[in-house]
């Protein structure tokens, strides 16, 4: 079992920055894939960003590619999102995901179906 808190999220000027990070429980941290995925209101569930176990493949929506980085510290168990130059179309609900054995396969690991545990979420809003 594993558990995952979010924290970092907030009310933020359009162009501004955030770090979200997401700690997870467990001792097998480094084995999972970790991912966010974001939901606005009245729309789906969407891709934002993967990261392999051991952190070589990263996968980037299109939507946020170039001003969104994934990155994690499996010594801390803990994976990070640094957002800059934030924009209105941003605010949703974020949420850290954790797969095991999820292929490094675009198609596959960029689905949430693909993983096994979420965390709680963590709003942002970008407006001003």
């Known amino acids: 079992q594993v558990q995952l808190v979010e924290a970092g999220g907030g009310l933020v000027l359009p162009g501004g920055s955030l770090r979200l990070s997401c700690a997870a429980s467990?001792?097998?941290?480094?084995?999972?894939?970790m991912a966010w995925f974001r939901q606005a209101p009245g729309k789906e569930r969407e891709f934002v960003a993967a990261i392999g176990a051991s952190g070589g493949t990263l996968y980037y929506a299109d939507s946020v590619k170039g001003r969104f980085t994934i990155s994690r510290d499996n010594a801390k168990n803990t994976v990070y999102l640094h957002m800059n130059s934030l924009k209105p179309d941003d605010t949703a609900v974020y949420y850290c995901?954790?797969?095991?054995?999820?292929?490094?396969?675009?198609?596959?690991?960029?689905?949430?179906?693909?993983?096994?545990?979420w965390g709680q979420g963590t709003q942002v809003t970008v407006s001003s």
């Open positions: 995901a954790a797969g095991l054995n999820v292929p490094a396969i675009r198609a596959i690991i960029t689905a949430p179906r693909a993983y096994d545990y």
């Open positions: 467990g001792r097998t941290f480094s084995s999972y894939a």
